[in-house]
């Protein structure tokens, strides 16, 4: 077996050999590529409340969201062509809210923006499980699930987010209850004395939930420094709809797609809120049904 061992390292030494010399032929060509994809930033905030990268655990368990997020090569894809999809409807209603914009990157971490089903029963892109979502004015029933409806369940995560501000004084404490709740990281912050973030020691997912929201705004925002160069005709477009009111019950829903010259499937994927083969009106209600106008 010493033959092979000795042939084995000489082989080696001539890959090694050849590698070296290819390095120092194309030197600043591999330092460019290799600072493009695993880039790390020099700073990172939240809602305008710097992250302590200073601070080494801060700074390696921001390192770890990166480099997993950035290796998620389909799913981080995925999420940055439905992106261009989901953002232009949420930014606005953050804006009205008074909610920092970086709350989007909230709603990535929880669901990758589609509407999810989480073990527990959270529902939606905003993953409202049904008691929470009904306290912030979502209807939840067999026929109706607002859960999936992304304005209205984007309005209700303003609600929250607002009132977990008001507790906390920190944004970054407000989303990190998103997923552990308010009475949870309060319990925590007065056990441990301390009112940072970054100096609570929490259960392994709230420990990393604020850190998933950084990694994906940095790679969102610099998605080509990440290894994701992306063109405008890769995104998944915005279709346009028109707004039709519905005021009286619908007994099928298939018969009345096709009276607005869609499909069945196309009014469910338009609005996934639906949850039956008809819906009952009562008096006095109405529904606001979005009907593409292209793309189908």
């Not at 120092?24 to 905030?45: C, G, H, L, S, Y």
Request: hydrophobic share 40%; proline share 5%.
């Amino acid at each position: 077996m010493e033959w092979i061992k000795n042939t084995g390292i000489a082989a080696s030494l001539i890959v090694l050999s050849g590698i070296a010399v290819q390095q120092a032929v194309n030197k600043p060509d591999i330092i460019t590529e290799k600072t493009e994809k695993r880039a790390f930033p020099n700073q990172i905030d939240f809602a305008g409340e710097q992250a302590p990268l200073n601070v080494s655990d801060v700074r390696e368990r921001l390192d770890r969201e990166l480099l997993v997020n950035a290796n998620l090569d389909a799913t981080t894809l995925l999420i940055i062509k439905r992106a261009n999809r989901a953002f232009p409807v949420i930014e606005p209603i953050l804006k009205q809210y008074g909610v920092p914009d970086d709350f989007k990157y909230l709603a990535v971490i929880e669901s990758g923006l589609v509407n999810v089903v989480s073990p527990a029963g959270a529902r939606g892109v905003w993953q409202f499980m049904p008691d929470t979502g009904k306290q912030y004015g979502l209807e939840i029933n067999e026929l109706v699930d607002e859960r999936y409806h992304l304005v209205k369940s984007t309005e209700a995560a303003c609600k929250y987010l607002l009132w977990a501000k008001s507790k906390f004084g920190s944004w970054t404490l407000a989303a990190a209850s998103y997923n552990a709740g308010v009475a949870g990281v309060n319990k925590q912050m007065t056990f441990q004395g301390v009112d940072s973030y970054y100096d609570l020691l929490l259960n392994d997912e709230t420990s990393r939930y604020v850190f998933r929201i950084l990694a994906l705004k940095e790679i969102m925002q610099h998605p080509a420094q990440y290894g994701f160069g992306l063109t405008p005709a890769e995104m998944y477009a915005q279709i346009p709809t028109k707004a039709v009111a519905v005021t009286e019950s619908i007994p099928d829903l298939s018969v009345w797609a096709k009276n607005q010259g869609v499909n069945y499937k196309i009014v469910k994927i338009h609005n996934p809120w639906l949850r039956d083969r008809k819906l009952d009106v009562a008096v006095g209600k109405q529904y606001t049904m979005e009907i593409p106008l292209s793309g189908y």
